[in-house]
């Protein structure tokens, strides 16, 4: 694997992160309010978002980003 590739997987890692944490806590908080139990759901919400989002992201990232390299000249 090449930095580049690395880098890529790296950036996906680390936005699946960020953003899966982001969601869960605010849909957690939407539905269920901040009372007891809070924490674990929220944990365990942002494992299972986690878990779906990065394989998700690193196989459709690079179709979806030759697409957009296609329709942006």
């Known amino acids: 694997m090449n930095t580049h590739s ?3 997987v790296a950036f996906a890692l680390s936005m699946g992160v960020i953003t899966t944490g982001i969601i869960s806590l605010a849909l957690i ?3 269920r309010g901040v009372s007891d139990g809070f924490g674990f759901a929220w944990l365990r919400a942002w494992a299972v978002s986690y878990a779906i989002v990065i ?3 690193l196989l459709i990232s690079p179709r979806l980003q030759a697409r ?3 329709l942006i000249v």
């Open 6 to 8: 690395k880098r890529k």
């Open 29 to 31: 908080a939407l539905n």
């Open 55 to 57: 394989p998700a992201i």
């Open 68 to 70: 957009i390299d296609r």
